[in-house]
């Protein structure tokens, strides 16, 4: 008999995505008139006979399905009252009757309250807290319509206090943490803002601090499902006192005034060391369990942005200038967590790209790891096609978040900033650009990959001197927006490599094309004849030399050759002669110098 599970299936199976609490109201009277039919009550005119929502203690003891009817009559009040409340224009008159159907459902939750803490009704204690949080919540909403801020604040603080201190296995899952954050929490920090209540207490200190202690059945069944609950506010104050009060951004210390953000940080920071500590202890983790390992940090980022978002439109609403301090540091620290948040959900990119942020074409997401000593199957080239297509798709969503962190409230004047993105920008269109090169290569497109790969090594050659400054984080493994200077390094050979690796195939390509437009005959020649030439046609193993050998004329040097090389002097003798010893010239002066014969041609003296 759990009645906030119950409104929340309710609200998840027949309230449509686009909140048409018309539609919903009239399926809420159509599912009212089917459970009445199928438990015999008689159904009449609610407006005039409040009677029938009396549900008694037997009758719930027989049949749980009874406690259906006054929640789902409660909840088509409640339904009516935002159809009202959604429209353009709302007159005095709409108003009174969006708080009236509010009291009525107040009533009729109130009813069951009473039907519930009855012995005879089988309902434990956590059913009776349960169908007083729902009655507090309508309560809540009813003092929020009529602008009684106190009330509002009470009764939202009775619902936020039950809400915590159910069992978790109790109330689990998305929708009622979306319940509890957009019809619980927004509310009262709103309350809390009216009555000028400073911010510095979380959601909880603060309904805990306003919850009615002096109702004793309320406080021992609190005490009976969470023991100690109520007293853990102190510790909790002092949890929040010892928060962070700062946050760095750029050179600025912003102070964290809004106890809400300074918890969820302090959540943000544990869950980013404990990330860091996780991918540090184990460097072969599979790309997409490193991802699984993000969702955490992602989740608890994005809630941080949210309550910043959250408590800069409630000073909005309170018409508090944009110029205003508070508004200022907010401003600042929403860029700053927005920033982060985007770094975070490029990290989770990268990771999923593989080793080197998928430069290596033999790594990917979907390549899984053969046993030892056994060959890893050869991939087809369709599959390299459809790996290198997502990686195409990861590197379109990785520069979607950095268009979205260059155009930040405050990143355009900041220059050395700017200049870092665009230079990370440069590095994953260079990426990107080689995946789709690479695509290109394996389907026989050569002239468009040598054109890819110049614009990629053209852009990283121009990201490099700013990503080189980058230095490598000290064992973390924890990738985000910021690339270090050896993995730029690292793209940058490989596109340099590549470069030339695809000039040869253009060329390679060419020289196909010319096939059998040149000389027939010289193309029947043997391939030890044609060395000198590029095989395009392939070679032919059959005509590697004549065979069978036959008497073929062969160059041979000329005659002449002989006959001009005897009067060739080398340098080097003439070196020789010149440096010959002074002194041995001396020694023969003495000695008569004998004169040689003279001869004729060919060593024939003359007669």
């Given at each position: 008999m759990d009645t906030t599970k119950f409104v929340l299936d309710?609200?998840?199976?027949?309230?449509?995505?686009?909140?048409?609490?018309?539609?919903?109201?009239?399926?809420?009277?159509?599912r009212l008139r089917s459970t009445k039919k199928r438990l015999g009550v008689p159904d009449k005119n609610p407006a005039k006979h409040l009677s029938n929502y009396d549900i008694s203690a037997a009758q719930l003891a027989q049949n749980h399905e009874f406690l259906h009817v006054p929640l789902l009559t409660a909840e088509r009040c409640w339904a009516k009252s935002m159809a009202w409340q959604s429209r353009d224009t709302i007159t005095a008159d709409t108003r009174s009757n969006i708080v009236s159907k509010l009291i009525k459902a107040v009533k009729i939750v109130d009813k069951l309250v009473t039907t519930l803490s009855d012995s005879a009704s089988g309902a434990n204690t956590?059913?009776?807290?349960?169908?007083?949080?729902?009655?507090?919540?309508l309560?809540?909403?009813?003092?929020?319509?009529?602008?009684?801020?106190?009330?509002?604040?009470?009764?939202?603080s009775i619902a936020k206090v039950i809400y915590s201190a159910l069992p978790s296995a109790k109330l689990e899952g998305n929708s009622f943490k979306d319940f509890v954050?957009?019809?619980?929490?927004s509310p009262l920090r709103y309350a809390q803002r009216q009555l000028h209540i400073p911010t510095t207490l979380s959601i909880l200190s603060l309904a805990k601090k306003h919850f009615p202690h002096s109702d004793e059945a309320l406080v021992s069944g609190v005490e009976e499902v969470a023991p100690g609950f109520l007293k853990q506010d102190e510790d909790a104050d002092n949890a929040v006192e010892g928060a962070r009060k700062t946050l760095a951004w750029r050179n600025r210390q912003?102070?964290?005034e809004d106890a809400e953000i300074a918890l969820k940080l302090d959540a943000l920071e544990t869950a980013a060391s404990e990330l860091s500590e996780k991918l540090g202890s184990s460097p072969d983790m599979r790309p997409n369990t490193k991802a699984e390992s993000y969702d955490s940090v992602l989740e608890l980022s994005n809630d941080a942005v949210d309550a910043t978002q959250q408590a800069m439109d409630e000073l909005r609403e309170q018409s508090v200038a944009q110029g205003d301090p508070r508004m200022q540091n907010l401003a600042v620290l929403r860029t700053k967590l927005k920033y982060d948040l985007l770094s975070w959900q490029i990290g989770r990119n990268r990771v999923l790209m593989g080793e080197k942020d998928g430069s290596m074409l033999e790594d990917g997401p979907s390549m899984k790891k053969s046993a030892a000593g056994v060959e890893a199957p050869a991939i087809k080239e369709s599959q390299q096609v459809k790996q290198l297509e997502k990686k195409a798709n990861l590197y379109n969503k990785t520069l979607q978040n950095l268009e979205v962190a260059k155009e930040l409230p405050g990143v355009a004047a900041d220059d050395h900033l700017a200049a870092e993105i665009d230079a990370v920008i440069k590095?994953?269109?260079?990426?990107?650009?080689?995946?789709?090169?690479?695509?290109?290569?394996l389907i026989g497109n050569a002239a468009n990959a040598l054109a890819l790969i110049k614009y990629a090594h053209d852009q990283c050659e121009t990201a490099l001197p700013v990503l080189s400054s980058h230095d490598e984080s000290k064992g973390t493994g924890v990738k985000t927006i910021e690339v270090v200077g050896t993995d730029a390094e690292f793209l940058q050979n490989t596109l340099k490599g590549e470069l030339q690796r695809s000039r040869a195939l253009v060329e390679i390509t060419n020289l196909r094309k010319h096939v059998g437009k040149g000389d027939s005959k010289a193309a029947h020649r043997p391939l030890i004849d044609r060395l000198g030439q590029y095989p395009s046609e392939g070679v032919d193993l059959e005509k590697i030399v004549t065979y069978p050998p036959k008497m073929e004329p062969i160059p041979v040097k000329p005659l002449f050759l002989d006959v001009a090389w005897n009067y060739v002097q080398y340098p080097q003798e003439q070196g020789a002669q010149t440096r010959a010893p002074v002194n041995k010239a001396n020694a023969n002066t003495a000695e008569p110098e004998k004169q040689p014969a003279k001869k004729g041609w060919f060593g024939f003296g003359r007669g």
């Open positions: 309710t609200r998840q199976e027949l309230l449509d995505y686009a909140n048409d609490y018309s539609a919903y109201a009239t399926k809420l009277s159509t956590t059913d009776v807290l349960s169908a007083k949080a729902y009655a507090a919540f309560k809540g909403d009813s003092s929020f319509r009529s602008k009684k801020w106190q009330e509002c604040l009470e009764n939202y954050t957009g019809s619980v929490d912003v102070p964290v590095y994953f269109t260079a990426l990107k650009s080689l995946a789709t090169a690479r695509s290109h290569t």
